[in-house]
């Protein structure tokens, strides 16, 4: 069973935008903090983002601060991340990650590759 599905990757150019979501099928998912993460070809993965269950706290890394937004929508278990003026160093496979009572749950991923 599938319980973090990201949508919404694909090819941009840069300083273009595109919008991430993550939709999940966990009944209490509005509960938890959720985060994206995100790895590029030959490097770790490195975290983007976070929001609390509220969406009233927000978190950024020092990259993507002023360019990405996160945000999340609990009426439809969805978080979404909003990527404005992307880099090509943006480029990545992205995923969104959870934790439900101390088990981390992680998406599939979904492309991001931003040309030059």
């Known amino acids: 069973q599938v319980q973090l599905a990201e949508s919404g990757g694909g090819m941009v150019e840069a300083g273009g935008s595109l919008r991430l979501s993550c939709a999940s099928s966990?009944?209490?998912?509005?509960?938890?903090?959720t985060h994206w993460f995100r790895q590029a070809p030959g490097k770790e993965r490195e975290f983007v983002a976070g929001?609390?269950?509220?969406?009233?706290?927000?978190d950024y890394a020092d990259s993507v601060k002023g360019r990405f937004s996160i945000s999340r929508d609990n009426a439809n278990n969805t978080v979404y991340l909003q990527m404005n003026n992307v880099k090509p160093e943006d480029t990545a496979v992205y995923y969104c990650?959870?934790?439900?009572?101390?088990?981390?749950?992680w998406g599939q991923g979904t492309q991001v590759t931003v040309s030059s």
């Open positions: 990650r959870t934790a439900v009572d101390g088990k981390e749950i």
């Open positions: 966990i009944r209490s998912f509005s509960r938890y903090a």
């Open positions: 929001i609390n269950w509220s969406g009233g706290s927000t």
